[in-house]
T-cell receptor
Framework: DTGVSQDPRHKITKRGQNVTFRCDPI?????LYWYRQTLGQGPEFLTY????????KSRLLSDRFSAERPKGSFSTLEIQRTEQGDSAMYLC????????????????FGNGTRLTVT | DQQVKQNSPSLSVQEGRISILNCDYT??????FLWYKKYPAEGPTFLIS?????DKNEDGRFTVFLNKSAKHLSLHIVPSQPGDSAVYFC?????????????FGKGTRLSVIA
């Protein structure tokens, strides 16, 4: 079990540029989540997938943000025309929720991608 | 509108003593509660959970208590160890109301002093 892997760990970009982050969940997990954490706050939900289907999106996810999970395995989160307010830690998590699994399976988080927009 | 509140940003405890971290919630639909621990430069790590059908769950040095009428839960760590120094997040979900994503509090930074 290699855990949830996120790449890159750090990203510094200039305002207006596009950035893309990748998340590789634990292999047998069919649910994948994206959260964002800013300084002094807890993680805030952005969106989640069950297999390749994006089931829910938060109001925090503006139209500059898009997430995909094309084959139900890894996921990407793209931010277009970055703004300074996008600076945060972007966390990915996965869980084995689904038929035959316990309904109360906790989320397993990766170590995050820290985005700094200058 | 914060649905999960951790009103103490920080807590200091002597090694060997009990640490008590508190969490309040406002959404009566929440029925599943978790505590996560986070070290610097790492993602949150699951610690312990409790469903609303219970009022206590214990795992080694960690015990979570749930008071549904007060919409309050607490995490007890006894005895506290220096390695417990981290930020602790309380999180909640409404599983039976559609399995909503976890909602997190702002966290409490625990410092265990040797």
């Amino acid at each position: 079990d290699t855990g949830v892997s996120q790449d890159p760990r750090h990203k510094i970009t200039k305002r207006g540029q596009n950035v893309t982050f990748r998340c590789d969940p634990i292999s047998e997990h069919n649910r994948l989540y994206w959260y964002r954490q800013t300084l002094g706050q807890g993680p805030e939900f952005l969106t989640y997938f069950q297999n390749e289907a994006q089931l829910e999106k938060s109001r925090l996810l503006s139209d500059r943000f898009s997430a995909e999970r094309p084959k139900g395995s890894f996921s990407t989160l793209e931010i277009q025309r970055t703004e300074q307010g996008d600076s945060a830690m972007y966390l990915c998590a996965s869980s084995p929720r689904g038929q035959g699994t316990s309904y109360n399976s906790p989320l397993h988080f990766g170590n995050g991608t820290r985005l700094t927009v200058t | 509108d914060q649905q999960v509140k951790q009103n103490s940003p920080s807590l200091s405890v002597q090694e060997g003593r009990i640490s008590i971290l508190n969490c309040d919630y406002t959404n009566s639909m929440f029925d599943y509660f978790l505590w996560y621990k986070k070290y610097p430069a790492e993602g949150p790590t699951f610690l312990i959970s409790i469903s609303s059908i219970k009022d206590k769950n214990e795992d080694g040095r960690f015990t979570v208590f749930l008071n549904k009428s007060a919409k309050h839960l607490s995490l007890h760590i006894v005895p506290s160890q220096p390695g417990d120094s981290a930020v602790y997040f309380c999180a909640a979900s409404a599983l039976f109301a559609g399995n909503t994503p976890l909602v997190f509090g702002k966290g409490t930074r625990l410092s265990v002093i040797a």
